[in-house]
């Protein structure tokens, strides 16, 4: 025999406690979620505002970094840079005459004039790559103390070019030359 089963319910019986017990978790699960997004914005807006205030910082320090770029800018377009330019190049001169070793160059000319020629006067002029042009004055005892004189100077490595100017017999049978040389000292020193 079977069992009878009465069935007294009007409708039928449904089991929501899964439905119920889903819908519990999603509201602790979004709850949950909430809350996180809020401590999330809290610690952003806490954590940034230190970064916006560095920021602000930067700007600042930029902003015045620019503005003292800009005074120097105005200040340097205030340079006369031809004035400039010319007392270096004054200085540097200077420098390179007061540099210059004349007992070595007079030990080279006492080494290179020949015997019977005697040197009167020398004057130099520096150039800017460290050559330096001597205008000499000398006095020969005899004619041939010109082209001595110029082969003597054109076979030491320390000068060159040399030429006469001019050439002039006194009374007393000497002979007066004016050449210019080209002198490379040991110790070059530019002018820039």
């Known amino acids: 025999m079977k069992p009878i089963h ?3 319910a009007s409708r039928p019986f449904r089991d929501y406690r899964p439905v119920y017990a889903a819908v519990v978790v999603m509201a602790l699960l979004t709850a949950f979620l909430a809350l996180n997004n809020v401590d999330t914005l809290l610690r952003y807006r806490t954590e940034t505002k230190t970064t916006r205030a560095d920021i602000s910082q930067l700007e600042q320090q930029t902003a015045d970094e620019r503005h003292k770029a800009d005074i120097l800018t105005q200040r340097l377009r205030g340079i006369d840079l031809k004035l400039l330019s010319t007392q270096t190049e004054f200085a540097n001169a200077q420098l390179a005459e007061r540099a210059f070793s004349w007992s070595e ?3 080279r000319l006492e080494r290179v004039l020949p015997d019977d020629v005697r040197l009167q006067s020398v004057s130099p002029t520096f150039d800017k790559d460290g050559l ?3 205008a000499m004055m000398c006095v020969a005892k005899s004619g041939t103390g010109l082209s001595a004189t110029i082969n ?3 076979g030491d490595a320390h000068f060159a070019n040399a030429f006469p100017s001019s ?3 006194e009374p007393t049978g000497e002979h007066r030359i004016t050449l210019s040389v080209d002198y490379h000292p040991t110790i070059t020193r530019s002018i820039e």
């Open 167 to 169: 050439e002039a017999v």
């Open 105 to 107: 160059l007079l030990d």
């Open 152 to 154: 003597h100077f054109n």
């Open 6 to 8: 009465l069935n007294l």
């Open 132 to 134: 330096v042009h001597l």
